[in-house]
């Protein structure tokens, strides 16, 4: 009488009264939030939803009401006395029972005498199960904030991962929840309909939820297949073959592959991968390089525009940023700014020259895999300065080539990565900008101004304060100007020993203090205060 999303409905909102439900002082928000998931019209939702307030239908509270309810029409079966009973309350009857016994058979019934905390702790518990019936109905309850609190967020999380095993309840809900992802969902709701036979349904769906590309999502075809093997089960989601399954680093042949090997061991090394690792775009806070060296606004605007242009950072002509200059001090502090400006990323920094072979196994263990977070948006800081090897220039160069990161090859297992999401950015040397130049976009770093190294020196005092716990740091007047003949990197040393070999509570830097480090670290032995060595930056 009642067609398949009615019948499917009615059946997934009484799981959810027979687990939680009877909570409700009011069945009517949990009835109409089941109703606009599977597309009932609002009339024939009222229609359904009086009849399932009826006497009769109230009744049946349990698998043994309902099972006394079958044998009384059973009984009056064999008296010819039948007539008159309404077909469509029977009907929801036995939808009812159908259902009440699903949940006592997953141990998901409500006893009578059970309060609410045990209930909801019970609901709960089947989801950290992966019980897939449970998750939706969490998903949807905690997305209505019915019996448990209101979280859109939680809810929608526990929906998607029933969506995500191919439950037609779970794809239904997500297309409700979750509209910016519906093309997707459609055409698993179109390939679940049509396995279970109600391929007519999915009419009412698109027109709905509107049309979709077929072919593009080979996930569905996929778990279908592992679970007529027996690998995983249909009822009970799996975390781990989910993460496979979905992952955007990995291709459906080696997905393929790794979901339906026979070995433990190499799908636990898979699983063990950054599996979903994605496209998705940075969160980037340009205002970060407001007010950075005024004096050269032509390299604040150059950095800009490469920063902006991020997205195409997995396009094969993609060049990623280099920043260039022969001072650490001034690398460290562009890579400090970038840190700024990407402050909700994860960030991984990496010195090319300490690299060992170990760093480069084709295993999860290789530098570029094992940094990865999956959960946010990557940035790799790559410094190139001194003496590099050959072999971990190469490895390194190869990364910063969005095509050959797309096709990040490992060994064990046996698999290729997609790390085009991943953003690599440079440091390096004037010696190695030579090497890197042909990969790279480069930003030279201009010499310091006399003013700048007067504000980069009092930034490095700054910064030993706060190194070192030294609650009142100062330098002597004119000690800046006097500094001023030396790199800021020899200024960054000297003022680091003077501070870590005289640390107080308060300290003031004097030229007598400074003096023997400025020897000490290399500086030209020339007369201090007198110009000393300019090491900064220039062509």
């Not at 950054?274 to 970060?288: D, Q, S, V």
Request: charged share 30%; proline share 3%; with cysteine.
């Amino acid at each position: 009488m009642f067609d398949h999303l009615t019948e499917t409905m009615l059946k997934n909102y009484y799981i959810a009264e027979n687990t939680v439900g009877r909570f409700c002082a009011d069945k009517r928000p949990l009835f109409f939030a089941y109703a606009n998931i599977f597309l009932l019209p609002q009339e024939e939702a009222e229609h359904i939803f009086a009849l399932s307030q009826t006497q009769e239908v109230v009744q049946i509270q349990s698998v043994f009401k309902y099972n006394q309810h079958l044998r009384i029409k059973q009984y009056l079966s064999m008296n010819d006395r039948l007539h008159g009973r309404d077909p469509e309350c029977e009907e929801i009857i036995d939808l009812k029972g159908t259902a009440f016994t699903l949940a006592q058979n997953f141990h998901l019934a409500c006893d009578g005498k059970d309060v609410r905390s045990v209930a909801c702790e019970n609901l709960t518990l089947a989801v950290e199960n992966g019980l897939v019936i449970a998750l939706n109905a969490l998903g949807i309850l905690q997305s209505e904030g019915i019996v448990f609190h209101k979280d859109e967020g939680s809810g929608r999380k526990k929906i998607l991962c029933a969506a995500e095993w191919n439950s037609e309840e779970g794809l239904l809900a997500a297309l409700y929840y979750d509209p910016d992802n519906r093309e997707k969902y459609l055409e698993c709701l179109q390939d679940c309909l049509v396995r279970i036979g109600h391929a007519e349904v999915f009419e009412r769906v698109r027109e709905k939820y509107g049309s979709y590309v077929k072919g593009r999502h080979g996930e569905y075809r996929l778990l279908e297949k592992a679970f007529r093997q027996g690998i995983i089960k249909r009822d009970v989601y799996n975390k781990s073959y989910a993460r496979l399954v979905y992952s955007e680093i990995l291709s459906e042949r080696d997905k393929e592959t790794l979901l339906l090997t026979p070995n433990a061991e190499l799908f636990a090394e898979a699983s063990s991968l950054p599996l979903k690792l994605g496209h998705g775009t940075a969160e980037f806070h340009a205002k970060a390089l407001d007010g950075v060296r005024p004096d050269h606004p032509e390299e604040g605007e150059k950095i800009l525009c490469a920063l902006e242009n991020i997205d195409l950072r997995t396009m094969a002509t993609y060049r990623p940023l280099c920043f260039v200059s022969d001072s650490k001090y001034m690398l460290d502090y562009y890579a400090g700014l970038l840190m700024r400006c990407f402050e909700a990323s994860h960030m991984e920094r990496v010195e090319i020259g300490d690299l060992v072979e170990y760093d480069f196994e084709p295993t999860k263990n290789n530098i570029f895999v094992r940094g990865c977070d999956e959960d946010a948006f990557n940035l790799y800081l790559l410094t190139f300065r001194g003496e590099i090897s050959e072999r971990a220039f190469d490895m390194a160069k190869n990364f910063l080539q969005s095509d050959k990161r797309g096709k990040y090859r490992l060994n064990h297992p046996s698999v290729s990565l997609d790390l085009s999401s991943v953003l690599p950015i440079c440091f390096c040397d004037r010696e190695n900008a030579k090497k890197l130049k042909p990969y790279c976009d480069m930003v030279r770093i201009s010499e310091l101004t006399m003013e700048e190294k007067r504000q980069f020196t009092e930034r490095v005092v700054r910064e030993k304060g706060i190194a070192y716990g030294v609650q009142e740091l100062a330098m002597q007047e004119g000690l800046a100007e006097k500094l001023s003949g030396y790199s800021i990197d020899e200024i960054d040393r000297a003022i680091d020993a003077a501070v870590r070999e005289h640390r107080l509570e308060k300290l003031l830097l004097t030229e007598s203090l400074v003096r023997p480090y400025i020897g000490s670290v290399g500086a030209r032995k020339k007369a201090f205060g007198f110009g000393g060595s300019i090491h900064d930056d220039h062509e």
